[in-house]
């Protein structure tokens, strides 16, 4: 079974700039979410998906980030503007919809440098 | 929302020693307590979990304890190789299927 595929593994901006990223499920995941992780940090959530509805984004800071997940598979999260804090890695995970929490699959990430 | 913390943010082992990570949580709703490990360059792994309505969980030579009335819950890895050295998180979630993460604990295995 593949994995959470991410794109791009690297990313570097200067500040002010725009950038998305792309996230491809386990095939099969209803839910889908984004994570921002800054080093040194556990990841932190910051949008979920439940197939393409908004489940959670509540710690979206959504004056420059927007995530939207078409048809209820891949799914792109974007910053525009980038700040310099949002330098990080961004994690995509997936999992099956279900009662008592549903085990999460992390793909490898992209890392994300502002300048 | 709920609060994990996590302990110690670095352990160092001989190879062959256990290691211990303990975390706590706050929120009492919580029900499902995953383990991930996170190698340089990867994403986070999940290494076992435990629910609830369990008290302790083992899969070889990884062990995770929970204590719901006291909000804490502990992995224990024995017989610890080089490969186990990694950053280690611990996280709390329920039926929402949100997760809230400690802040990690770098282990490393010295040969």
């Known amino acids: 079974e593949a994995g959470v595929a991410q794109s791009p593994r690297y990313k570097i901006i200067e500040k002010r700039q725009s950038v998305a990223f792309w996230c491809n499920p386990i095939?099969?995941?209803?839910?889908l979410y984004w994570y921002q992780q800054i080093l040194g940090q556990g990841p932190k959530l910051l949008i979920q998906?439940?197939?393409?509805?908004?489940?959670?984004d509540s710690q979206l800071p959504k004056d420059r980030f927007s995530a939207e997940r078409l048809k209820g598979v891949d799914s792109t999260l974007k910053i525009q503007p980038a700040k310099l804090e949002d330098s990080a890695v961004y994690l995509c995970?997936?999992?099956?919809?279900?009662?008592?929490?549903?085990?999460?699959?992390f793909g490898p990430g992209t890392r994300l440098t502002v300048l | 929302g709920e609060n994990v913390e996590q302990h110690p943010s670095t352990l160092s082992v001989q190879e062959g020693d256990s290691a211990v990570i303990k975390c706590t949580y706050s929120?009492?709703?919580?029900?499902?307590f995953p383990w991930y490990k996170q190698e340089l360059g990867k994403g986070p792994q999940l290494i076992i979990d435990?629910?609830?309505?369990?008290g302790e969980k083992k899969d070889q030579r990884i062990a995770v304890t929970l204590n719901k009335t006291a909000k804490h819950f502990s992995l224990h890895i024995t017989e610890t190789q080089p490969e186990d050295s990694a950053v280690y998180f611990c996280a709390a979630g329920s039926n929402d299927y949100k997760l809230s993460f400690g802040a990690g604990t770098t282990v490393t295995v010295r040969a």
């Open positions: 929120d009492s709703a919580s029900n499902y």
């Open positions: 995970a997936s999992s099956r919809a279900g009662q008592g929490g549903g085990t999460q699959y």
């Open positions: 435990i629910r609830s309505n369990v």
């Open positions: 095939s099969g995941h209803a839910t």
């Open positions: 998906f439940q197939n393409n509805g908004v489940v959670d």
